[in-house]
Structures are given as C-alpha cells and as structure tokens.
C-alpha cells in the first residue's frame, strides 16, 4: 500500500527498540514509532492509531500518534488540559514544571505543553500563576 505524511494507520506494536516501538501499520508494512512521540504506556502487541510522520528516502515509515503539525495538534492538546482543569480546577504545572511532570499528568510532551498553555492563555481561557494554571 502507498502511504502520504498525515495518513491515519492502524498499528501493532511489535518489539521496543533504543530508537522507539517497531509497529505493523495496516498489517502489512513495518514502520518505526520514536519513543519522543510516545507519551503513553505501550507494550508489544497493543493495538492503537496513528499517523504517518514521514516516508524516509530509504523506503522506511516514520508513524506517530499523534498527528503532525500545530493545525493538527493544538486542538487535542488544549481540550486535555481544559478536561484536566475542569476535573481538578487548578493544575499545579507551568512551563517550569518537568517533562516527566506534564507526562505523568497529562501524557503529553513539554513542548506540546506549554504551546497548548500559551494558546489557552492568549484567548484567557487561562490564567497562568506561580504555583500553576486554572480554569478562568
């Protein structure tokens, strides 16, 4: 089967390498997932979607979970965050707080963290203070 970056994949996850997860995308195609886009608990043989990444010059599939580029992401992130803060009222992460922390909270990398924060904050859908973030 032909792919396209952006492409949406069934995968099974097929062995952990140093680099990430070696899946099997529709059944039919390897493909590697990096640890750097995993930010949840998987095992071999989990099933999950995904996303094409990046067809590699060497034939090989780059996937991730999530899909690629702000347009794509930047709603997913935020409805996770205001979900959390409707749950707990005040989340006690800011973009001081450690990758592991934002992981541990809301499976979700740093970075997608704080641009997430930075989008709900311009549009005052939160306020940011010294020991977190709440709903406004």
């Given at each position: 089967?032909n792919?396209?970056?952006g492409?949406?994949v069934?995968?099974?996850?097929?062995?952990?390498?140093q680099?990430?997860y070696?899946v099997?995308i529709?059944?039919?195609?390897?493909?590697?997932l990096?640890h750097?886009?995993?930010?949840?608990a998987l095992?071999?043989?989990?099933?999950?979607s995904?996303?094409?990444?990046?067809?590699r010059?060497?034939?090989?599939?780059?996937?991730?979970?999530k899909?690629q580029g702000?347009k794509?992401?930047?709603d997913?992130?935020c409805?996770?965050i205001?979900?959390a803060l409707?749950?707990?009222?005040t989340l006690?992460?800011?973009?001081k707080?450690?990758p592991?922390?934002?992981k541990?909270v809301?499976?979700?990398?740093k970075?997608?963290?704080?641009?997430?924060i930075g989008f709900?904050?311009?549009?005052?859908v939160i306020?940011?203070?010294d020991?977190g973030?709440r709903?406004?």
């Amino acid at each position: 089967m032909n792919y396209t970056a952006g492409d949406r994949v069934e995968m099974l996850i097929k062995r952990s390498t140093q680099l990430g997860y070696v899946v099997l995308i529709d059944d039919t195609t390897e493909a590697l997932l990096f640890h750097s886009d995993v930010h949840q608990a998987l095992a071999p043989g989990d099933q999950c979607s995904g996303f094409v990444k990046r067809l590699r010059e060497d034939g090989k599939i780059d996937v991730a979970l999530k899909p690629q580029g702000f347009k794509n992401t930047i709603d997913l992130d935020c409805d996770r965050i205001i979900n959390a803060l409707k749950e707990n009222k005040t989340l006690s992460l800011h973009d001081k707080s450690s990758p592991e922390e934002i992981k541990a909270v809301l499976q979700m990398s740093k970075k997608a963290f704080k641009k997430a924060i930075g989008f709900l904050y311009k549009r005052k859908v939160i306020s940011i203070e010294d020991k977190g973030i709440r709903l406004n």
